[in-house]
């Protein structure tokens, strides 16, 4: 069992920038890839970025490459979403999950997931 616990989400302004947080407890934290998805009211689940066990690999979504950095502590049990250049259809419900899946692959699942935390962004 693990639990996440998503935090850092918050109303910004286009343009502006917020670092979300997803801590992790429960079973060893490094034994798992970890993603954020996102989902807006209305839509379906959309993957954002993911980093591999030792946060060697990550992979980004198109919409946000470039603009958003997935990164992981291990020592923490913490792995960290920095997001710059926001646009309101970045507003969205942040989820961060476990997956036992590698990187690169595309359709994704996961094992674990938070509650989330609301991030929205007005124009």
């Known amino acids: 069992q693990v639990q996440l616990v998503e935090s850092g989400g918050g109303l910004v302004q286009a343009g502006g920038s ?18 954020w998805f ?14 591999s066990r030792l946060g060697v690999m990550t992979r980004y979504a198109d919409s946000v490459k470039g603009r958003f950095t997935i990164s992981r502590d291990n020592a923490k049990n913490t792995v960290y979403l920095q997001l710059t250049s926001l646009k309101p259809e970045d507003t969205a419900v942040y989820h961060c999950a476990t997956t036992s899946l590698p990187v690169a692959t595309e359709r994704r699942t996961y094992s674990y997931w938070g509650q989330g935390t609301q991030v929205t962004v007005s124009s």
Do not use: M
């Open 18 to 35: 917020l670092r979300l947080s997803c801590a992790a407890s429960g079973r060893t934290f490094s034994n798992y890839a970890i993603d």
């Open 38 to 51: 996102r989902q807006a009211p209305g839509k379906e689940r959309e993957f954002v970025a993911a980093i």
